[in-house]
Nanobody
Framework: QVTLVESGGGLVQTGGSLRLSCAASELTFSDYVISWFRQAPGKERLWISA????????QYTDAVRGRFTSSRNNTQNTVYLQMNSLTPEDTAIYYCAARARAATKNPDDYDNWGQGTQVTVSS
């Protein structure tokens, strides 16, 4: 089991940037794919990005590709999500999730979740 803690959310204006962090407690952190999901009010939780165990392969959903960048530092057990050119449509609670198998876009496939961090983008 992996304990995940997200941080870095906040309120930002349209066009601004934020960097989210996902810190893990598991000593074999490098065994886990880390995905980012987000959930807007009244909507389902949606996958937005996944980074492979060594950070060599990163995937993005079309809505964030070119604006968001995921990276990881396995020596610090941390994954980052750099978010640029934010718009009000990016407003949501952002979650990281860990999986000791290949990345999927289905949140039901993940057993390890953080508590989430709120991102609010004002117009």
């Amino acid at each position: 089991q992996v304990t995940l803690v997200e941080s870095g959310g906040g309120l930002v204006q349209t066009g601004g940037s934020l960097r989210l962090s996902c810190a893990a407690s598991e000593l074999t952190f490098s065994d886990y794919v880390i995905s980012w999901f987000r959930q807007a009010p009244g909507k389902e939780r949606l996958w937005i990005s996944a980074i492979s165990q060594l950070g060599t392969h990163v995937q993005y959903t079309d809505a964030v590709r070119g604006r968001f960048t995921s990276s990881r530092n396995n020596t610090q057990n941390t994954v980052y999500l750099q978010m640029n050119s934010l718009t009000p449509e990016d407003t949501a609670i952002y979650y990281c999730a860990a999986r000791a198998r290949a990345a999927t876009k289905n949140p039901d496939d993940y057993d390890n979740w953080g508590q989430g961090t709120q991102v609010t983008v004002s117009s």
